[in-house]
């Protein structure tokens, strides 16, 4: 699990990596993609993310890009407390809204509704950058922005992982948004 959560002692070189890697790269390209200030414990918060998506994976026998709405409510929890019930002890509830970002982006997870609070504007933010510029050439009143754009739904058309960006520069360019 050490190795899993790449803490102090992680070994890059472990066979396990080998063997997972198909699954993580998607992951990895979504926390580079996304719009979260490098600290350290973002970072953590990140890599504990892909360690809670890959021990699940293992657990249910399905990789995550297969995960019905149901099994991501689970993951997620449909409030802090049942993300605790259901997350492993190491894993703290800064890692809940990096997995909702994965949910969205790999998952096609859009049933935020289900989750109880959070901080949706953030989790926009961090999935498509700043949206003020966006509203702003859009003619949307910044000062509305807190309202509108939590509510708004972004549905993802991710059908593979293939599908995923490359990386950070690519936020987008083969991936499709509907808005409802």
Known sequence: MRNLRRLQYHDPQAPGWR??????????????????P???HRRRAMADAVAVLLVRCAEIGRTFWGWSTEEWV????????????????????????????????????????????FQRLTLSRRIFGQIESTARSQLIPPNS??????????????????SVPDGPGERGSRTNHRLH
């Not at 063997?19 to 979260?36: F, H, M, Q, Y």
């Not at 997620?76 to 894993?91: H, I, S, V, Y």
């Open 19 to 36: 063997v997972i890697g198909r699954l993580l790269r998607p992951l990895e390209t979504v926390n580079a993609g996304l719009d979260s």
């Open 38 to 40: 490098a600290t350290a």
């Open 74 to 117: 689970h993951l997620l929890g449909g409030d802090r407390a049942e993300f605790r019930r259901n997350a492993p002890a190491w894993a703290g509830d800064e890692v809940r809204p990096y997995l909702a970002a994965h949910a969205y982006l790999l998952g096609s997870f859009a049933e935020f509704h289900l989750l109880g609070s």
């Open 145 to 162: 922005l807190p309202t509108i754009a939590p509510n708004v739904l972004i549905t993802p058309v991710l059908t593979s992982p293939e």
